[in-house]
Every structure is written in structure tokens, then in C-alpha cells.
């Protein structure tokens, strides 16, 4: 069993960003390695303490074996970390998260790849398991985790997912080799579960938000269960996957006011404004449709990326995104982080 390096642990623990990874495309949809590597410099250079790719973000088509690209992801995402950790001094190691999917098969071959690209963990999705028992699913991830660590995943059910109730998540909990949990179902009752199931467990296991609607809430909430008190430590987000210093920013800020016990009214009212930019650029109008998309537009207007460009030609902005995108634009002008971006974007383009 490869158990995860203790310097990489900690800061798992302590809570970091940890953007999800884009793919970026050239307009025949193969893939444009110098704006991938630009995307991963951009992260690392905002002060992002991991990275994650090969995600829901990255887009799932990639684990296809006929696209061919999980593979060579994984490894220029790799390799533009190492060189990011040389060039910036980075001194903590970068945590290096990649997603796993499929039935045990799939999940242990892409495991195994993953370990022997140098990445830490895995985010493990339970998508493919939509009619599974608890025990089926618990026997999978014991599969997985013999060979890395393991970062669990509860993604919500609108772009994939499935539900998990309290008793996966009890079982879940006691694998040795679970390091986190993304808590992704943008919904309050099934995040508790999570959180009362880890409490229940005893173990010390990291807990992260990936519930793009309300991040800063999770983020200052102590969560009390059986006579433990809880904290969602950090996020791996889709939504911190633009405006990444902002958002380095923003975890700073929080995790102070969290040390001092004082919550400032300016942090409850982010909660809102960064909800609803997530509202426009996740597209949640339309049932996340254009949530891909919409990332890729920010990209795209800060000159990151070329195009929106997605591997499924009919996965694009929905009607009246645009404009939503807009508006959040004029309205949280302090949320965006344009002149870091602009500043130096040439290098990370070089």
C-alpha cells in the first residue's frame, strides 16, 4: 500500500486551494500543451497548494480510451508542476491530486498511472456505480486505496453523481488509506452526512468543500458530532479554477477569522457574492449545463485560453450565460483577478 508523503498530508490538513484543472483545446479540439501548461503555471503562481486534474473539471471524456488523453494529461501536468516547485521556489511540495473513474477495473489501472506520475492522491467519483450497494462500492474503494492514497468524492448528482448516504460514508471513513473528502452535492443534508459520518469514525480525515454554491459558509462553520467539532479545512473547486488568487485570498482571510474566533460581516456577505458569480458561470440556470463552458469563458476573456472549446462539441454556454457572466463582471469587479493574470501572462504563455 503507498501511504502519502507526511509533509503532503499536512498541508492537506492544514487547508489549501486546490483548483480543478481545465483542459485546454485548440479549435480541432486536440490538446493545446502550451496553454494546458500556462493554466497550471497560472494556478501554482496565484499560490494555489495543489492541483487537480484529470477531474470533472478537466472533463470526464478524457478516461476514454478512445480520446487517448488521460494519460498524457496526467504526465504534462506533472512535469509543469515539478518545474513550477523549481522556478518559483515553492518550498512545501505541491499536492498533486488525480481523478479516478469506471468500475474497479478502470479505477485500479488509472490509479496505478496516477501513482507512477507522481501524483499523491486520487479523487475517486462513485459515478459509475448508480445501482451499486454500499458494500459493492466499499469493496472498490479498498481496491483503490492498496494502491494510493484516496481523496473521496460526493459529487452532485446534476453533472454525474449519485446519492451516498450516511452509512457509505461511515464505512468510507474507516479505510486506512482515505486522506480527505470532497463534499460536492450542493446540498446541506447530504453535506452533514459526510462530515457526521467522519465524526462518528474517530479518524482524522481532511475535509474539503467543493460545494461551489456556498463555500465561504462551509469554509467558517464549526460542525459539532459526537462530541467532535469539525472544519472543512480547504476546497478543490471548479470555481477556484479562475480568479485563483482571489480565492488564495479569500482562504487566507477565512482561516484567520476561523483562528481568532471573529467572523467579519464582509466574509458572510463573499458567501453571497461569490454564490452568485458561481450562478453565472456554472450556469446553474440550467442545471449546471454550461458550467464547463463557463470557466472556459473567464479563461478565455483573461487570455488564458483561447476558446471555450470542450471535447463534446455540443457542451457550450447556454442561452443568456453570456450575459449573466457579464453582469457578475460589472457587479463584483473586486472578485476577479485580471491585472495578476494580465501582468503575467506572457510568461506562463512562453
Same mark, same amino acid.
Given at each position: 500500500?503507498?501511504?502519502?508523503?507526511?509533509?503532503?498530508? %499536512? !498541508?492537506? $490538513?492544514?487547508?489549501?486551494?486546490?483548483?480543478?484543472?481545465?483542459?485546454?483545446?485548440?479549435?480541432? !479540439?486536440? @490538446?493545446?500543451?502550451?496553454?494546458?501548461?500556462?493554466?497550471?503555471?497560472?494556478? @501554482?503562481?496565484?499560490?494555489?497548494?495543489?492541483?487537480?486534474?484529470?477531474? #470533472?473539471?478537466?472533463?470526464?471524456?478524457? #478516461?476514454?480510451?478512445?480520446?487517448?488523453?488521460?494519460?498524457?494529461?496526467?504526465?504534462?501536468? +506533472?512535469?509543469t508542476i515539478s518545474e513550477c516547485e523549481k522556478k518559483y521556489s515553492i518550498k512545501l511540495?505541491?499536492? $498533486?491530486? +488525480?481523478?479516478?473513474?469506471? $468500475?474497479?477495473?478502470?479505477?485500479?489501472?488509472?490509479?496505478? @498511472?496516477?501513482?507512477? %506520475?507522481?501524483? #499523491? +492522491?486520487?479523487l475517486l467519483s462513485m459515478a459509475a456505480f448508480k445501482d451499486s450497494t454500499n458494500d459493492e462500492m466499499i469493496e472498490h474503494v479498498k481496491?483503490?486505496?492498496?494502491?494510493?492514497?484516496?481523496?473521496?468524492?460526493?459529487?452532485?448528482? %446534476?453533472?454525474?453523481?449519485?446519492?451516498?448516504?450516511?452509512?457509505?460514508?461511515?464505512?468510507? %471513513?474507516?479505510?486506512?488509506?482515505?486522506?480527505?473528502i470532497k463534499i460536492a452535492p450542493f446540498n446541506r443534508y447530504q453535506t452533514i452526512?459526510?462530515?457526521?459520518?467522519? +465524526?462518528?469514525?474517530?479518524?482524522?480525515?481532511?475535509?474539503?468543500?467543493?460545494?461551489?454554491?456556498?463555500?465561504?459558509?462551509?469554509?467558517l462553520t464549526a460542525f459539532t458530532f459526537s462530541g467532535r467539532t469539525l472544519r472543512i479545512v480547504g476546497g478543490l473547486l471548479g470555481h477556484w479554477a479562475c480568479w485563483t488568487k482571489k480565492a488564495v485570498e479569500f482562504l487566507e482571510k477565512i482561516h484567520q477569522a476561523v483562528k481568532e474566533k471573529n467572523i467579519p460581516q464582509e466574509l458572510i456577505s463573499l458567501n453571497v457574492q461569490l454564490t452568485d458569480c458561481n450562478a453565472a458561470i456554472f450556469d446553474a440556470a440550467n442545471n449546471f449545463a454550461g458550467c464547463i463552458?463557463?470557466?472556459?469563458?473567464?479563461?478565455? !476573456?483573461?487570455?488564458?485560453?483561447?476558446?471555450?472549446?470542450t471535447l463534446n462539441p455540443k457542451e457550450t454556454l447556454s442561452q443568456g450565460q453570456i450575459e449573466e457572466i457579464d453582469r457578475i463582471y460589472r457587479t463584483y469587479p473586486h472578485l476577479n483577478d485580471d491585472e495578476f493574470v494580465i501582468k503575467n501572462r506572457d510568461e506562463w504563455l512562453r
Open positions: 500500500m503507498a501511504l502519502i508523503d507526511p509533509q503532503v498530508l %499536512s !498541508r492537506i $490538513r492544514k487547508g489549501i486551494v486546490i483548483p480543478a484543472h481545465p483542459l485546454a483545446l485548440t479549435e480541432k !479540439r486536440t @490538446l493545446d500543451e502550451k496553454r494546458q501548461r500556462a493554466l497550471t503555471r497560472y494556478y @501554482l503562481s496565484a499560490g494555489a497548494g495543489g492541483v487537480a486534474i484529470g477531474v #470533472h473539471t478537466t472533463q470526464f471524456e478524457i #478516461h476514454d480510451e478512445k480520446v487517448g488523453l488521460y494519460k498524457p494529461v496526467l504526465e504534462l501536468g +506533472a512535469e511540495p505541491v499536492v $498533486r491530486i +488525480a481523478g479516478v473513474i469506471g $468500475r474497479t477495473r478502470q479505477a485500479v489501472r488509472e490509479a496505478a @498511472l496516477a501513482r507512477d %506520475s507522481g501524483y #499523491h +492522491a486520487v481496491s483503490v486505496a492498496e494502491i494510493i492514497p484516496v481523496f473521496g468524492f460526493y459529487l452532485q448528482v %446534476s453533472v454525474g453523481g449519485r446519492i451516498l448516504d450516511y452509512n457509505f460514508w461511515r464505512r468510507f %471513513s474507516e479505510i486506512e488509506n482515505v486522506v480527505a452526512d459526510v462530515i457526521r459520518a467522519v +465524526a462518528d469514525s474517530g479518524r482524522d480525515i481532511a475535509l474539503y468543500t467543493g460545494n461551489d454554491d456556498n463555500i465561504v459558509s462551509d469554509l463552458p463557463g470557466i472556459h469563458e473567464i479563461l478565455r !476573456r483573461q487570455g488564458l485560453l483561447n476558446g471555450i472549446w
